[in-house]
Structures are given as C-alpha cells and as structure tokens.
C-alpha cells in the first residue's frame, strides 16, 4: 500500500478503516504483541532480585499500564503520528521534518548525525527481535515438559534461518494472513487474561497510580532497576511510527486503543493474577495462563506470531538501507522487488545475511531469552530519546507551540524516556553492549559514506571544467557531431562530466543531442510523476535535466527521460547511449576525512553496486570511461 493512499485511510469511514486496521495487526504491532512472552517473567527474574510479593506485583503491573499509556499511546499514538513526511513515519522521516525547524548548519548537521544513530540503532533491534521473540515461543516447550529443553535451542535455530531464508520469496503470499493470524494472537491474549482477572479482580486496582510510585518507594534501587525489564512491554511502540506510511494514522490509533491495548493489558493482568495465586508461576506466567491442553498449540501460535513480528523487523531493515542509499548515506546496494504490483516489498541481500549471521551469533552466544533480554531495551529507549528531541524541534516550530507547551511536552516524554534508558544502562556489560556497538558501526559506516561522498565531490569540482566555458568553445572548434543522443550522468550540473571528456578525447565525437542528467533525492518519500523532471535547453545541443525522487522512490532514468517530451526533449531509449564513469580512488596524504575513515571510504566505494543497475540503465546502452581521482 502506497503512502498516496494514507490520507485516504485518514479520511475514509469506519467500515472502511476496520479491514486497514486488521492488516496494520499483523504488520504494525507484531513487536509489542509478542512482549507479553517474556516482560514479566524478566521483571521477576531471580537475577534481579525483586521479591514476588502482592504490592510488587501491583506496582509492576501498574509501571506496565502507564508505560503504555505514556510512551506508547500519548507520545506515539496521539502525538508523533502527526509528524508525518508526507504521510510517511519513522525516525528518517521525523529526521528531515526537525530539519527544516533549523537554517544553523552545525544545528542540522547535528540533528541529522542523532536522527542518523537512531536509524542505525535500528538494525540492533532488528537483530534481538527476531532471536528474543523466537527463543521465549520456543521456550514454552519446556514447560509442557523439561524433556523437550535440549531442542529448545535447535528448534530456534531451524525457524530463524528459515525466516531469513524465505525473504528472497517476498512476503505478499503470506502477508495476506498476518492480519488475521495476530487478530486471533491477540483475541487469545485477552481471554488468557480475562480468564485469571475474573478469579483474582482485585488485581485491576493496578492501573491506580499510587500503585507505581508505592512500588518505588518500597523497593527505591530495585525498583529503578525493574524498569529495565519493564521497558520490554513497549518494546515495538516505535513502529507504529515507522509503519504509518503503509496503513495510515487513523486505521493504527484504531486498532490499538479499539483492539489492541486492551487485549495486552489484560493478558499482563491475567499473568499478575496468576502470580498473586501462585509465586511459582514467575517462572513462566506467560505459558503457564494457557490451560494444559492447549499448551502445544499456544507453543505453535507464539512461534507463529513471532515469526510475524520478526518479519515486519526485517522488512523495516530493508526499507530502512534503501532509504539511506537514496538520501547518500550508504554506498549503492543491489536491491530485489519481490512484488510486481507493490514497490515497497523488497529484499535486500547483502542485509539479509549480516541479520540471519548476527540473530544466530546472538542465539548461540546467549542461549535463552532471559540471557538475551538484558540485551534487549538499551537501543529501543536510545531511539525513543531520540525521537522526543527531533518531536520537540518539530512541535516547536512546524506547529507553532508556544515555548511553554513545547517544553511541557519535552519534560515530560524525555524524562519518561531517560528513566527507562538509564535504568537499562546497567545492562550493557551483561549484553546491552551488543545493539549499541552494532549501531554504533552502522552509524560510523553511514557517515563515512556521507562525508566521504561530500569530499570526492568537493574533489572533483575542483577539477572540473565550467559547462558554460566549454559550450562556449564549442563554436571556436566543433567537434564531429553523430546522430542520437549522448546521456551522461552529473552530480555538479554547472560542470563538465570527466565521462564526456573522455569520450571526446578519445573518440573525437559529440552526439548530436548531449543530455546531463542531475540526481536529486529530496527529504519526502515520493515525488509525483508530474514533477519527476525538469528541462534546461541550452546551446549546441546540450540539455539539462534535473530528476527528482523521494527516499522511498525507485530511480528509473530511462523512465524518467521518457517524461521530458512534455518539455521539448523526445528521448528514445535505443538511439541512445549512456556514458558513466568509474573512478578509481587514491588515498592522498592529505583528506577530508582521517586515514582510516579515508580507507573505509575507498573500500565501501569499489564494493558499491553499478550506476547502470541502480538507475535501470540497460546494459547495453552503457559506455563506462575509467578516471583516477586522488582523495
């Protein structure tokens, strides 16, 4: 579903919303849906060290309800849903809104570095999801009997490599019942939990409150550090955001507050009612709510809706990497379309492999889902600073708060943020460590690629010929002119492409129609056909085209010089000849950029895919002139 059609969802009736909002089920809220595997049995972890009493349990239960309420439905829901870029969410989209608040460019150059990080923090979260969700579905098997524990872990392995080995087959087949699958997950989770709420109600008294800042004040530092394992309720609040472009605001804020909330909040009272009657039950209240009969199929659903979980992760990873090769963060990278009639369903190879390689390390190295949730939680709450500060910028500006209320709305989500993030900090010697380094290196790779991009174009604008210098020569000495039409690829539109250079050198010819075509992504996610391209007609033949995409728009160069016939520029693909260049790059002494970060650079540039494949230029149609540049 394309993000044109989001104002649509907005706007459409009831009726119209509700078979949205069932698809946004299985997509939308997969993370967070699964969280209930495992949130409470980590708040009571032995390792923690918090005692199993009646008024600690309120109190969890309570953190839970106004974790949710706050951070996931005030912050994400009611509020940050409204910054979209054109309709489509997510921390790049909110990114290049902030952006715009600013003209100071060492303020956007450092909103931009942060809005980078959390981005790149993504691809932690894309890595824990999978091997956690996967791991604590498994896991129930134990609990229908401790035999099956040795195959916990090689049954893990299977359907994780599994998962990642399907993406190449795109997920539209079975896309179709993820809606339903997670209706019926969530429908279950709710009468789990009704059913134990209505032997113990007592146990509703938790959404009061009183019961959280009691919980605090009687157990003061194991409290603060509770907060740790009670951030994994809200882990997947964020891709309510990120996944808005798919379904729209209207059909989310539906099915969470209509279906959703409701059925993960009971479940969560259901498993602290059931801890109340039995304090052995911390173990595992999330398996040990299901009747024994049903263990097994439960065992297979919970696999089955972590599986969907994982695969709305993935599937943001790999929307995420061709959003950053489109806005020049990340070299080119070959990119499959796995569906004919959708173009947000893509597969991403190179991607793929670094996930499925990093989800089976993790699950080696931590081997159970509690090992693994002190990995978990550091990264989500990082980003969920990060996008209270970009929201803050946002509010401020784009919608005119007043200083008073914008501050109010930055106290508030920030401080909520900072304490689950500081209260996660003490995880990182025990794995934590793991999404922040992997973050970190994603970050470091992307902004490499970015500066080093900006430096070789520095580079060769300082070695390029004037274009107005050189038409003008033209007329003193022509060169052979050949019929058709020469295209060449410019990222300095006012400037002479070495490629052409070359050619003339060497073969002594001009086309006689000389195309420049200039690249422009700009910070939305789609540009209409109808301002895809814009025609300069100048002397002797020559033409300058500007082609503009959205981050989330596929480049298509023939398509687009098909466009400019409307403008006085007829383009036919086989009359024509597109003329790259391949530059070979040597590190200098001197640099924009330090000796290592310059190699890196170089080495992230020869292993870029091809100008021809990324722009849809058929290969026969591509002449390639080789030039070395010093960097």
Partial sequence: MSANSVAGHDKCSRTQVMPVALAAMGVVFGDIGTSPL?????VFNAHHGLAVTPDNVLGVLSLVFWALTIVVSLKYVVFIMRADNRGEGGIMALTSLALRTTRSPRLASAMAAVGLFGAALFYGDGVITPAISVLSAVEGLEVATPAFRPYVLPISLVVLTGLFLIQSKGTARVGAVFGPVML???????????????????VLRAINPAYALAFFEANRGLGFLALGAVVLAITGGEALYADMGHFGRRPIKMAWFGFVFPALYLNYLGQGALILDNPEAVKNPFYLLVPEPLLYPMVALSTLATIIASQAVISGAFSLTKQAVQLGYSPRIHVVHTSEKEVGQIYVPNVNWMLLASVVALVLGFRSSSALASAYGIAVTLTMMIDTVLAFFVVRTLWNWGLGASLAFLLLFFSVDFAFFSANTVKIFDGGWFPLALGLAIHTLLMTWKQGRAALAERMRIDTMPLDLFIQSMFHDPPIRVPGTGVFMTTAPDGVPRALLHNLLHNKVLHARVVLVNVITDDVPYVPASERVRVEELDFGFFRVFVRYGFKDDPDIPSALGLCESQGLPFEL??????????????????????????????MFRNAHSAADFFCIPANRVVEFGTQVEL
């Fill in 38 to 42: 495992y949130t409470m049995k980590e």
């Fill in 184 to 202: 019926f997950w969530f429908a279950t989770l709710g009468v789990l939990g009704a059913i134990n709420v209505l032997r113990h109600p007592d």
């Fill in 574 to 603: 086989m009359e024509s000849s597109f003329f790259l260049g391949r530059e070979n790059l040597i590190p200098k002494a001197s640099s924009f950029l330090g000796l290592w970060r310059k190699r890196l650079f170089i080495l």
